[in-house]
C-alpha cells in the first residue's frame, strides 16, 4: 500500500489537506459530510460547497445517526468528502451507502487506524484512549468502532466491489519521522500491514461511481 508522510494535527490543518491533496476531485458541487465548522468552504472558492453536521457551522444541521436518508437527490453532488467521521455512527454501513448514492462521481474518505492511537497507552499500562475512555459524564461524541488500518481498507474495497465503484486511490497517512527511524522500524515490522497497523494514523481513499 502506498504511504504519505503527512502531519494533520488539526481540523483545520486536516481541511487544508484535503484542499491541497485532492484539488482536482473537488469540482463542480461538494457535500462536505461532518464539516464541522466548514473550513473546507474557503479553500476551495469555485465550487458549490454544501457542509452537514450536528454542530459547528454547517449549511445543513443533520444527525447522521438519525437520519436513514440524506435530504438529497441521487447524484446530487459531483464529490462527496467525509474525513473521520464514519467510526462515529453506529449504522456506519447505511451512511457509507448513502454518501454514494448522492454522489455523481467521487467520494473521497478517511478513517482512523485507532490502534496507533491506543499501543501506547496499553504498552505503558496508564493513560487513556480519546473516543474510548469512561468518563464522569456522558461524553457528546465517541468513537463507535475500534479497527486497524487493515480493516478499514478490507471495508473499503468489499463496499467498492458491492455497490460497482472503482478505487481510484487507496493510501495509508503516517506522521512524518526521521528515515533512520522508518527504517527500523521497517527492519522490526518487516510485514507492511504490520507496519501500518503500528504505525499509520488514517486510511485514505478516493471512490469513482460507474
Not at 457542509?51 to 437520519?67: F, S, Y
Not at 526521521?178 to 478516493?206: C, G, I, K, P
Amino acid at each position: 500500500m502506498k504511504v504519505e508522510y503527512v502531519s494533520i494535527p488539526s481540523r483545520s490543518a486536516r481541511a487544508e489537506y484535503i484542499a491541497r491533496r485532492f484539488r482536482d476531485y473537488l469540482t463542480g458541487s461538494i457535500l462536505d459530510v461532518g464539516c464541522d465548522r466548514a473550513a473546507l468552504r474557503q479553500l476551495v472558492p469555485n465550487v458549490q460547497y454544501t457542509g452537514i453536521d450536528i454542530g459547528g457551522a454547517p449549511d445543513l444541521v443533520i444527525d447522521l445517526e438519525a437520519t436513514e436518508r440524506l435530504p438529497f437527490d441521487n447524484e446530487g453532488f459531483d464529490c462527496v468528502v467525509c474525513s473521520d467521521v464514519l467510526e462515529h455512527l453506529d449504522h456506519l454501513h447505511r451512511n457509507f451507502a448513502e454518501l454514494v448514492r448522492v454522489s455523481k462521481r467521487h467520494v473521497i474518505i478517511s478513517l482512523p487506524n485507532n490502534w496507533t492511537n491506543a499501543r501506547r497507552p496499553i504498552e505503558r499500562g496508564r493513560g487513556s484512549i480519546g473516543h474510548y475512555g469512561l468518563p464522569a459524564e456522558p461524553p457528546a461524541d465517541r468513537h463507535k468502532w475500534f479497527f486497524s488500518l487493515g480493516e478499514p481498507r478490507l471495508f473499503v474495497e468489499a463496499q467498492a466491489q458491492k455497490l460497482s465503484l472503482s478505487v481510484v486511490e487507496l493510501f495509508a497517512v503516517e506522521k512524518p519521522r526521521f528515515v533512520l527511524v522508518r527504517a527500523f522500524r521497517r527492519l522490526r515490522y518487516a510485514r507492511q500491514m504490520d507496519y501500518l497497523n503500528r504505525y499509520a494514523h488514517s486510511l485514505w481513499t478516493v471512490l469513482r461511481k460507474g
